[in-house]
Every structure is written in structure tokens, then in C-alpha cells.
């Protein structure tokens, strides 16, 4: 029998939602619309803004409800989320507004469900390599924030998802100019703490243009500017290598690395630089191992539906359909 999904995938910018149908292990997105989370006083107000947008699968129809999002999630109902000024917890809204079966999780473990559907189907390859059998894979993505996840091998050749908040990890600064950097943000933040999501995001980059430039611009207005400022996306490309190679090391994920996140989609130009190469795959003990790991480009925007939708169809079959990759 057909089952019905309602995803969301809630960001800092944009709170996208989607209608998916499932049959057996078949699934087929129906339709989506892109709010803008801006747009919500609090997360109850943004239900209200799918309500009224005559979106036409509902919570209160919906066989399943998923929502994903760009932050940490306690118990599968509650989330502080870093990127959006209000927080959120399932349990406070009413039945009929989210739904009987609605259920919280991290975008980026939607994002590494998603690795299981045909969203990473025309994944680009940026780097080529051989993925070593039961090796995990990462996955990484830049947007409002840096997200990070891990699919990680069973004996059988199936993958668990793992969530990870590892973009509020320190950022590793290593040379003179880079400390000035450092400096720069401390004063800018007001905070000594510079974490990952604060160098690899769109507030990153605009950062990283004023630092260089002097001069204030929005991250969109940023990368119409590389060309006048190579050294704004050299150092932003060698900034993601760091933190790419940091992840699969910390990790071992020899299986792979997926990037994902608006950042990239949109400038595939960054991860394709040589600074960002260079970066992943210098290492005195493991560069041979590091320039053999296969990487990925998702330009899926939609990818974390798709995730969460997979994420919804195990939870109604209680069964995990996840394939190799």
C-alpha cells in the first residue's frame, strides 16, 4: 500500500519541504516548496507558513513526518539549532499541526540517508581514487554552517548514518598570515573560540573578503569577485581541503568523501582549485593513502528531503533498505 511522506530539511537560510510517495522500497518525490526560515518568528509560525501555502500533503495527512535539521537533536523531538534564532521542539506543537508520526533528526544525517537515493545519483567527481571496501565514507557540506556526517560499514556491506556536530570543532590555523586571520575573527566574533563553521560557511567567506579586501560583501557578491580577489578563493579552497583531509583522517574514511552544502553546489570552482587538492592530499605519513580517496560532489540541493524521506520509509517499514554504494 502507498504510504505518504512530509520532509523537511530546515535550514539557516532556507526551510524547504517535500511530499514524497513509497511503495515497497520505491520512492518518488511528488513535490517541493522552499520557504524562507527568515520568514518564521518560531517554528510553530513556519507549519503555520506550510499551511497556508496550500502545500498539499500535510502533517496531519502524512503517513510520516521528518523533519531535518541544521542543528544538534536531543530524544528525536528537541534542537537548539546554532543557525536559527529560535529553537524547536516537536513535543510543544499540537497533533494536528505536526503530525502522529513526526520525528526530529540532524540535516546532515538526512544528507547521509540521502547517499541511499537517487539525489547523489549525478554526484560530481572531483577527485578520482579507489574506495577501499568496508571503509567508512565522509561527508561534508558548507552553507549558512558547516555540516558533517559519517556512513559508517557493517560485515554485511550495509552503512549506518552517523550524525556529527564536528563543525564547532576548532579550526586549525597554521601559518603567520593565517594567525592574523585568526586574530581578525577573534575581533569580528568576539569570541576566542574559531570553530570550523565559522571559516567554512557563507558568513566565512565574507569574512575572509573584508580581512583581504577591506571592504564588507555579501557571500553571493564575494564569489562574483573571485576573479578580481584569486587570493579570497585560494585561501578559502585551501581552508576546505584542510578541513576535508582533517575528516577522513580523524575518521579513516577510505570509502570516500561526499561534499555536499549551497557552498560548494554553487562554486564547484573552490573544491576544483589546486589550493583545495593540495590541502587534502598533503601528509608526510598518509599523503599515498589520502590521494587514493575518491571525492564527490553533490549538486542536489534537495538531497536532505530525499534523506529524510529514506529516513521516513525504514521508520514505517522498521527495515533498513540502505544498498551499497
Known sequence: MKKHILTADIGGTNSRFAAFSVQGKHITLDRSIWL?????DN???????????????????????????????????????????WDIDV??????????????????????????????????EIISGTPVKSSPI??????????????????SGNYTPVPSEGGHSFFPFTT???????????????????????????????????????????????VSHFDEH????????????????????DTFALGGLYITGGVAAGNPIIIEHEAFHTAFK??????????????????????GLWGAARYGANILTHTINSRRL
Not at 43 to 64: G, I, K, M, T, V
Not at 138 to 155: E, Q, S
Not at 181 to 191: C, D, M, N, P, V
Request: proline share 6%; with cysteine.
Open 36 to 40: 524562507s526560515t527568515s520568514a518564521a
Open 43 to 85: 517554528f510553530d509560525h513556519l507549519l503555520e507558513l506550510l499551511a497556508n501555502s496550500n502545500f498539499e500533503l500535510q502533517p496531519d495527512n502524512a503517513d510520516a513526518v521528518i523533519f531535518a535539521v541544521a542543528g544538534p537533536v536531543v530524544d528525536g523531538f528537541k534542537s537548539d539549532p546554532p543557525n536559527i534564532p
Open 91 to 124: 513535543t510543544r506543537i499540537p497533533e494536528q499541526k505536526r503530525g502522529k508520526k513526526a520525528l526530529l533528526i540532524n540535516d546532515f544525517h538526512a544528507q547521509a540517508y540521502a547517499a541511499f537515493t537517487p539525489a547523489y545519483e549525478d554526484a560530481l
Open 138 to 155: 565522509a561527508m561534508i557540506g558548507a552553507g549558512t554552517g558547516l555540516g558533517k556526517a559519517l556512513l559508517v560499514p557493517d560485515t
Open 176 to 222: 603567520k598570515e593565517e594567525i592574523d586571520y585568526a586574530e581578525f575573527l577573534r575581533t569580528k566574533t568576539r569570541s576566542n573560540k574559531i570553530i570550523q563553521d565559522t571559516i567554512l560557511s557563507g558568513s566565512g567567506l565574507e569574512h575572509l573578503f573584508e580581512f583581504h579586501t577591506g571592504k564588507k560583501a555579501s557571500s553571493p557578491k564575494v
Open 230 to 249: 584569486p587570493v579570497v578563493l585560494e585561501w578559502f579552497a585551501r581552508f576546505y581541503g584542510r578541513v576535508c583531509h582533517n575528516f577522513v583522517l
Open 282 to 303: 598533503t601528509c608526510e605519513k598518509y599523503g599515498d593513502i589520502l590521494c587514493n580517496v575518491p571525492i564527490k560532489l553533490n549538486r542536489n540541493e534537495e538531497a
